[in-house]
């Protein structure tokens, strides 16, 4: 009789119920004998209390495992034993044995058959000491696709255990899943003893949803994990993926490039957390934070189009619609997606700006907290200014000091841009500090926008005179020189 996979305890507690079973049946009567007998039989099958095994059953042994071997009352022949590359065991009396791809019951009914020729009814137990590393290939999105080699680990105390490397281990070993992961559909594929490949379809999401740890497969040496690109970005869920444990770290950097109407477009190094250095680092890298590095949006950007460039592991591409608008107006988080390494963010410009809209998105935390605007000319205070976006022609003349009353022409001033374009545009803009924002009298400016205070008619005619009598102020000048040194009397 063979008890495969049995410790030496257990093995002990099923020959000494045996015996017990024997004696019943010589002493008692049948109806007490049966009733007796079902006492015995939860003991027999349970075994020991408190020994547990969170291996698969089906445990498959092979080079770099460690493992017991059990004979029962021939301790002289028991021992451990790590399992050499090709899965040969060197045993006693018996020699080479191969245990290469059995389960642990298939290894004690091997050996126990060898011992046959030797042992009388030898009782054989195999039992797992330390686990191999299982290798494994990870591929598709992730983003350290490759091979690793998960170490595995025993659990002693009051419980003998085997802690597998998951499915989820094995996604963080390979620096987590991509913002481009289809996780409902992760593939394992993995080669059968008869030698046919088995291809298993796991839904992560269903374990994010439900916490259903069916869906975190345990692994086996020389499993294949891909996971495969996902044919578009769900952005209710993309924060949720993103906050998983398989998911890179909030604080991974990730470069990213920001183009189109921002103040300074180009790459940068986005990590989780606020932009300004003097606040925490803690948050996910979002569209939203991208863009205050890149110094905020201009005041022609249409953050309803908002657009990201993703390259998946594949090498296509996936676009992305942002509508930052919804932010403002209807607090969607969503919106302010989480970015990755190698996302473009590109926004737009707007054919038409809404005054309206434009004060309450110069509010908004993606937009640059001041802007420069140079005053020149008449004014008391001339140079260049900070003031907030979108702020009103008017009010920058009056961040200047506003009009010299007795110079300044206060009918009109001129207004010069520089376009997106690289062109330079001038335009002569009316007056009226009465007046509230309007593109016609009042715009709203944008950085580097230059406001020119001409002089008065009075103050040409002034500066003209003066102008033409100054050579005579300095004729007269010259003979009041003289005249002091007594050379005119």
């Not at 298939?106 to 042992?119: C, D, G, H, K, M």
Request: charged content about 15%; some cysteine.
């Amino acid at each position: 009789m063979i008890y495969a996979g049995l410790p030496q305890q257990r093995v002990e507690s099923v020959v000494a119920g045996v015996a017990m079973l024997v004696s019943l049946i010589v002493t008692c009567p049948v109806s007490q004998c049966q009733a007796q007998a079902a006492n015995l039989r939860e003991p027999v099958i349970a075994g020991v209390q408190g020994i547990t095994t969170q291996y698969e059953p089906d445990y498959t042994l092979g080079g770099g495992d460690r493992i017991r071997l059990d004979i029962l009352e021939v301790p002289q022949y028991s021992g451990e034993y790590l399992i050499p590359p090709g899965g040969f065991l060197a045993l006693p009396l018996i020699g080479s044995v191969s245990v290469q791809g059995l389960t642990l019951e298939q290894a004690a009914q091997t050996i126990s058959s060898r011992y046959n020729s030797v042992l009388k009814r030898p009782i054989v137990s195999v039992i797992l000491i330390n686990p191999r590393p299982v290798n494994i290939l990870v591929s598709g999105e992730v983003n350290r696709p490759g091979y690793y080699a998960l170490p595995l680990t025993t659990v002693s105390g009051n419980q003998t255990a085997v802690e597998s490397a998951t499915l989820t281990v094995a996604l963080q070993q390979a620096g987590g899943i991509t913002l481009s992961a289809d996780i409902r559909q992760v593939q394992i594929r993995r080669r059968q003893t008869n030698g046919v490949e088995k291809v298993s379809q796991i839904d992560l999401w269903n374990l994010v949803q439900t916490g259903n740890q069916r869906q975190n497969l345990l692994l086996r040496d020389g499993d294949v994990i891909f996971v495969p690109t996902a044919t578009s970005v769900n952005l209710a869920e993309a924060q949720r993926i993103a906050a998983t444990g398989f998911a890179p770290a909030t604080n991974t950097p990730r470069t990213v490039a920001v183009i189109g109407e921002v103040n300074r477009p180009g790459g940068y190094v986005l990590i989780g957390g606020n932009t300004a250095t003097t606040q925490g680092n803690q948050g996910f890298p979002t569209v939203t934070r991208a863009i205050q590095l890149a110094g905020g949006i201009k005041p022609m950007a249409d953050i309803r189009r908002i657009s990201i460039r993703r390259v998946t592991q594949a090498g296509g591409e996936q676009m992305i619609s942002i509508d930052l608008w919804q932010l403002i107006q209807a607090g969607d988080f969503h919106q302010d997606t989480v970015v990755q390494d190698g996302d473009t963010i590109i926004i737009p410009t707007a054919t038409d700006v809404n005054p309206a809209e434009a004060t309450e998105l110069a509010d908004a935390s993606f937009s640059p907290t001041t802007i420069k605007v140079s005053v020149v000319g008449e004014v008391k205070t001339p140079g260049v200014v900070d003031v907030p976006p979108n702020t009103p022609l008017n009010q920058a003349i009056l961040v200047a000091g506003g009009f010299d009353e007795k110079r300044a022409d206060g009918g009109s001033v001129s207004l010069i841009r520089l376009n997106p374009d690289g062109t330079v545009s001038k335009r002569t803009v009316p007056i009226d500090l009465t007046q509230g924002i309007n593109e016609e009298s009042n715009p709203t400016l944008r950085n580097n926008d230059i406001i020119i205070v001409d002089r008065s008619d009075v103050a040409r005619v002034t500066d003209a005179v003066g102008t033409t009598l100054s050579p005579v102020d300095k004729v007269l000048g010259f003979f009041n020189i003289l005249k002091l040194l007594g050379i005119f009397f």
